[in-house]
């Protein structure tokens, strides 16, 4: 089992609708969760990070997490033309030195 | 991610040649992390290091590959006798925080893709 998995995707939804994005991780101990925006080509870039079950909005973005399903996700409302790129989950281990381990990525296009 | 400073952004070496990516970490980030990114495939980490000292190198090839970062200047990864499959991005990324606590959070520079002919 990999340690964090996401669905590759393509996830295609037209403009203004809401993007869900799931997660889910192996490592029970896992403490901190991020995720990142990659466009082709470009460095992965902060989005939100999650350290507490429930619910963190940040403008269009909402990142939920559920640590006993071992699971997060990220919405993105009212999406744009420019949200299309790969959204990257990634977490750290319980007891490692801080290094995050990433999923492969979800391409996501929203349709105009 | 302004701030981490990777070169060369593109690098052509031959298959037996040595490439050497450097990286510049954030101003006051002593922490630096370097990843790698195959084609299709998500960021693997290869190692963490603070001024001097290799913290975590569990990601490393076992062979070929080395990396530091001196007390001066900038942070190296190191491939020696490269092969085709060595043609990735490799990204680095800094924090100011020892590891990633709640509330650090790290920062990745533009990448270096290397290509291996």
Redesign the interface.
Known sequence: QKE?EQNSGPLSVPEGAIASLNCTYSDRGS??F?WYRQYSG?????IM?I?SNGDKEDGRFTAQLNKASQYVSLLIRDSQPSDSATY?C?V?RGG??????????TKLSVKP | ?AGVMQNPRHLVRRRGQEARLRCSPMKGHSHV?W?RQLPE?????MV?LQKENI??ES?MPKERFSAEFPKEGPSILRIQQVVRGDSAAY?CAS?PL?????G????????SWLTVV
């Open positions: 964090v403490q901190s991020f470009k460095s992965p870039e902060l990070f350290y990257l990634a750290i490692s030195q801080g290094n995050l381990i990433f999923g492969k990525g | 991610n992390y990843y495939e998500g960021l693997k980490f963490y913290i975590d990601g990204f924090s020892p590891g990633l606590r709640t650090n959070t790290i920062y990745f520079g533009e990448g």
